[in-house]
């Protein structure tokens, strides 16, 4: 194991740094979404915009999607401020043991990343069907230009809300956790279920399944010294389901992976795993190395098509 886990324990650490940073994070983000939605709202009500199912104006099923999306994308900026002004240590240590990005290494994972979900989704659909399942393939397309918009908008916003759950899951919460313990499973395991319960109750077999993509995307984040290869999966999941939904008209439906069904578990699971594998190989592979090692850090200062996670 790399020592990701433990770049929070710096010399500025203290014990309040990560519940302060962790409280900022989850204030200043109900804030500014609180203020988010009641401006728009209040626009969309002077525009005479129709109502949406919750009785709220609404500039439509894209629009609003985007903004869900984007009300996530806020946490990233505020978790890097988090790291920097509450932490004292620099906000790149949240990308990896190298305190940046490692940009080829994000690059080379979105290619497995995006095989994986395309086996993932196409496996689970199929057994789904199989089983008796409606699973919407019936529908009439939205036709391309409806397809292209969305898609042009959701190229725009999937990433940078993907990154954002990885930053404070995989990044924020492990790191806070693991100030205290050397091992890194505690916080693996603990931010798993965060992530999992953050998504909402559903189904039995979705919460397992958030659970098993948080656990495998902590340990990706901790074995590889950063959170690149947790990213690109959750970006192509995200961008592959939601283009799914783009394509049947179906962006209105407000189902996620929490509500996923057994068939759509029993092929996940297994090809998470292989994905793993697969990055593991590739990071032996690219560095020579077992593992990722840092040096030491003493800085002073549904059954919808979207399965978004």
């Known amino acids: 194991m790399s020592n990701y886990h433990r770049l929070a324990r710096t ?23 609180v203020g988010a939605v009641l401006a728009i709202a209040l626009a969309a009500l002077i525009a005479g915009r129709p109502e949406d199912a919750d009785g709220m104006p609404t500039f439509g099923e894209l629009p609003d999607l985007a903004f869900g999306f984007l009300s996530v994308a806020i ?47 196409a496996g689970g659909l199929t057994l789904a069907g199989t089983t008796g399942e409606d699973i919407g393939m019936d529908d009439a397309l939205a036709g391309w230009m409806p397809f292209l918009t969305a898609m042009g908008v959701l190229l725009l916003v999937v990433p940078v809300q993907a990154a954002a759950e990885e930053y404070v899951c995989r990044g924020w919460l492990v790191q806070a956790l693991g100030v205290w313990f050397r091992s890194p499973w505690l916080p693996i395991a603990v931010q798993a279920l965060v992530f999992a319960a953050l998504h909402g109750w559903g189904t039995p077999w979705g919460f397992a399944d958030l659970v098993v993509f948080g ?33 049947f008209g179906q962006l209105g439906l407000d189902e996620t ?9 029993a092929v996940d699971v297994p090809v998470l795993l292989a994905y793993a594998a697969v990055i593991l190989w590739m990071h032996r592979r690219r560095t020579g190395t077992e593992t990722a090692q840092a040096p030491e850090v003493t800085y002073s200062s549904t059954m919808s098509p979207i399965m978004a996670r």
């Open 75 to 121: 946490m990233l900026p505020l978790t890097l401020l988090a790291a920097r002004w509450i932490q004292r240590r620099p906000a790149g240590t949240l990308s990896s043991v190298t305190g940046r990005l490692r940009w080829r290494w994000l690059l080379a994972c979105l290619p497995v990343a995006l095989a994986a979900i395309v086996l993932f989704m």
């Open 257 to 265: 992976a929490a509500d996923m069904l057994w068939q759509m578990v």
């Open 215 to 247: 656990v495998v995307a902590g340990y990706l984040t901790v074995r590889t010294g950063g959170l690149e290869a947790a990213i690109a999966l959750h970006v192509m999941n995200n961008l592959v389901s939601a283009g799914l939904a783009a394509a």
């Open 11 to 33: 010399e500025a650490h203290r014990w309040w740094r990560p519940v302060l940073g962790t409280l900022f994070i989850a204030a200043s983000t109900a804030v500014l979404v």
